[in-house]
């Protein structure tokens, strides 16, 4: 699917998707969006960190893998790469956490601040990839 250099792109890829993430749902949102989920203080603290912090890396991983393939096939260019990679997260992740929220009858204010935090990750993600081309 990819050479070395294409694991390096995936991985620092996943990297600055899951530190959108980290300053989305830390510093700038985290109380918000705490309370959108309907969390405690104790709830969100709770469960095995590592754990969870390492499968939303593995995730997004997955996702930068995913992206980077089909760049690579397709010979996309810095354009095409930001196209791609904002449009599925805004036309691809952020309908599909939509149908979920609205089954799940989840707030519109957790909908958005996940969207948008999926949106701008794969921004990040995209950035990443034209950057270490």
């Not at 960190?49 to 997004?60: H, K, S, T």
């Not at 996702?63 to 996309?76: C, D, E, F, K």
Request: net charge neutral.
């Amino acid at each position: 699917m990819f050479g070395m250099s294409g694991l390096v792109e995936v991985m620092v890829g996943a990297a600055a998707f899951f530190v959108v993430g980290a300053i989305w749902y830390g510093a700038l949102f985290g109380k918000l969006w705490q309370k959108a989920a309907g969390l405690t203080d104790e709830e969100a603290s709770s469960g095995n960190q590592g754990v969870i912090f390492g499968l939303c890396y593995l995730f997004e991983l997955l996702i930068a893998a995913v992206l980077w393939h089909g760049i690579v096939r397709s010979g996309a260019s810095d354009v095409a790469v930001m196209m791609m990679a904002v449009g599925f997260g805004a036309c691809v992740m952020t309908p599909a956490i939509g149908i979920a929220y609205l089954f799940q009858r989840k707030p519109f204010t957790l909908f958005a601040l996940d969207a948008a935090h999926f949106i701008l990750g794969m921004a990040a993600l995209g950035g990443t990839f034209v950057l270490l081309r």
